[in-house]
């Protein structure tokens, strides 16, 4: 099993290098196909790699490839470590991966880039392997650098725009605050264990008797802002929604189920760390439950439909931190993965509709597209049904298990989250009407807007499927069906579970309560639908093209001027102090002295230039003065 | 009677070496220099050393500056006319060589040099027989060597004289 | 018959370095000073000379007949230079039209 687990990012690192160096040269078909496969081959490998761990006895399977750094103290090694959470990204990751593959063979048909695309989206991939599998901190960060440097290159993608580019950049310096941040966490950890190998680390947590230990608290907390910039929590999520300046398929496999879940996923992996400090994790819950707010809000007046989906993913990704902040750690994973399917979902329809109308995006210009793109139609508003709650759907059960463990502990806590899901529900419908119900507002003839071909609607359609019957993996304990997800992730939790137990931090639920929960999310997501639908299909409103009016609506439409804080209060200060320091010291001292060196060599030079004279006695003068030297030396031994 | 004889020779010798460096007109400086060569043959017969003395005269005042002579007067030299403009290189010039003279003299001059005491002289070395001995024993591969030498600058000199085409002659 | 000169026992041999000293710097002095190429050349054979007289003063002074075998090759490499020298002079004035050496300055820095 060893070697299948090291294969699997093997191979879309190899799709990556045969597509990088093909670039130009291989035919559009084959590098899409050399893409897609990889990842599908990593998929199918994946799979394999979990029937025989099932098989085996359901300890975590330690991959060592090679000693990476030792000294006397500590030793970190290149390794992989297997155990049922990574198996379960694994699949999310490759699953969903290859399904927006074959999406982009369709989808970016017509552009040049299309080798160079398919190879980032390989190496992305792989980096994002490397972040599941890795045996420790260190390597998880290495795929966590890895995933944002691909989302960098790949949000930066159509390069000619100078607007792309500054949204890439924005997107990578946030990350690295994000990074610091982890860092500090990874040496910090090192310095109080002597190790950063998972395995070691679960035993030597688990040893841990006090709550709140300040050292740890730092910990988590430094981790946790690793946390945040890569998924995009408060303060560091304005760079989320800059990045659609990307092609869709980059928003949907990035932005969407694998990059901004790895915040997620460390929390999860550093389970036993975060059940030894609830202070940090009431903190984490109220950043989450922030985020989830202010996602929401924003939302409901944006016009862009990739705009609106990025919010949402912020405010989704709230959702999943709030789990994490009440150790619902189980319901957290539940939401990525149900989150993964729709939301990617959600974005290659949004990525056929732009397709289908020519690059526009403008929700405005839209509507009454039920009849020409039925696919899309159909399979979009099943990924709606499920985001905004809707049982049978997946993310029902996904929401209600966040929504039950919360009550369960914080109950204000729970009345804002329950809040926030109907407006996710009001404004996620309020898209799915203003983009497929009415008349058509754009000024594009009837013949040109087409259905997706059909290498963009099939993956749509499996996408749609999982999106419908992917809860059934996660049933509530009142159904008296086996918790599927639960059962499997239970010995990965194991440390936090009974740290919770014996310092009595867990609570539970009782049935009547969870009944009561459930109902309540479907009616407020109802009513969310509901006041849509007044809104928008009965009165046939239209956000209206002028500028905002009304307090609340601009507020929420300029994004609550995050972007405009952040740019007055650290952007330009930053500027001008640069400014400042690129004139004194750059031009000023570092420039002088290094061309100080030059000016003196040459002025060096212009004075011993006329020695050389080219006057043959002068040079004969010259010789005699060293002779005449050399005699006062010699003669009167002044050495 | 042999000191006054050494003392005018090397007044003379200096003397016309001095106009030798002066003169204006390249003819008088080859007319001082023979005459060097003449004060030089004198010591030289002071010495005992005869047959260098008469060589002396042989081959530099009788062929060497007779070539001088010929190259000043094919070249139609005229006088050499002293720009002012490097008096300050003469000045430094003249001093220098005096520092270095002074520090030779003082030097050199005053320095203890062992002679042959009165026993093992050999008055005969300035003969012919004698420097012909030691020249073709100890002195062979030498002599032959400057043999191939002459050749080489003999052949030089004619390539280097060869007239171009299209060149006046002088 | 194993005369000894008079000169060796009326003159001591410092006298002979003092005397070649003398003539050598004026070499040196018309070598630096003068502009006309046959000029410096004259100065050279004056520098040559001064060597010459020294080396036989010294032949005689310690009874070795090497000092002046040895003034035998150096008159022979004057002459052979000398011939050369003025070839090349003869060149030099055919290119030029002058002696002058400060005109030859191709080797300016």
Redesign the interface.
Known sequence: MEKLIAIIPALPFLGFVLNGLGVGKLSKGLAGGIGALASLAAFVVSILVLFQFKSGDGQAVVVNLWTWMSSSSWKIDFSFHVDQLTLIMLMVVTGVGFLIHVFSIGYMHEDEGFGKFFSFLNLFLFSMLVLVLGGNLLMTFIGWEGVGLCSFLLIGFWNKNEAFNEAAKKAFVMNRIGDLGFLAGIFLILFRFGTCQYTELVQALGAIETVNDPYLVWTGICFFIGAMGKSAQLPLFTWLPDAMAGPTPVSALIHAATMVTSGIYLVIRMNALYATIPDVQEFILWIGMATALIGALIGTSQNDIKKVLAYSTVSQLGFMFVALGVGAYTAALFHVITHAFFKALLFLGAGSVIHGLHEEQDIRKMGGLKKALPITYITFLVANLAIAGIPPFSGFFSKDEILAHTFASNKVAYIILAIIAGITAFYMFRLLFLVFFNEYRGKLSAEKIHEAPASMSIPLIILAVLSAVGGFIGLPEVFHFPHLLGDFLAPVLQPAKSFANTHSLSHTISHSEEWMVMGASVVISLIGIGIAYSMYISKKLVPSEEAPVGFFHKLTSNKFYVDEIYDAIIVKPINLISGIFAILIDILMINLFVEAVGILTKGLSMGLKTSQSGRVTGYAFLMFCSILAFAVFYLFKVF | M??NL?YFL?FL??LS??M??VSKN?IH??LY?IL??FT?SG??I????Q??SI??LI??AG??MV??LF??M??N?QD?SFTGSRIM??V???L??????G???V?????Q????D?A???????MVE??GM??FN??LV?FEL?SV??L???V???M??RKEKG??N? | MNQIPEIFRVVPVNHFVILASILFSIGILGVLTRRNAIIIFMSIELMLNSVNLLFVAFSTYKSDPAGQVFVFFIMAIAAAEVAVGLAIIVMIYRRIRSTDVSILNNLKG
């Open positions: 042999v000191l050494f090397s010798a200096i070496g001095i030798v460096v390249p400086s080859v220099l060097t060569f030089l010591h030289y002071l010495l005992n050393a047959f260098i060589v002396n081959v530099y062929a060497i070539l001088f190259t000043i094919f070249l030299l050499d290189y003469h430094a010039a003249l220098m060589v005096i520092a270095f003279a520090i030779l003299v030097k050199l001059g005053g320095a040099i062992d002679v042959a009165d093992s002289f050999n008055s005969q070395i300035g004698n420097l030691t020249l100890k002195f030498p400057v030498l002459f080489s600058a003999m030089g000199a004619v280097l004289g060149e006046r002088f």
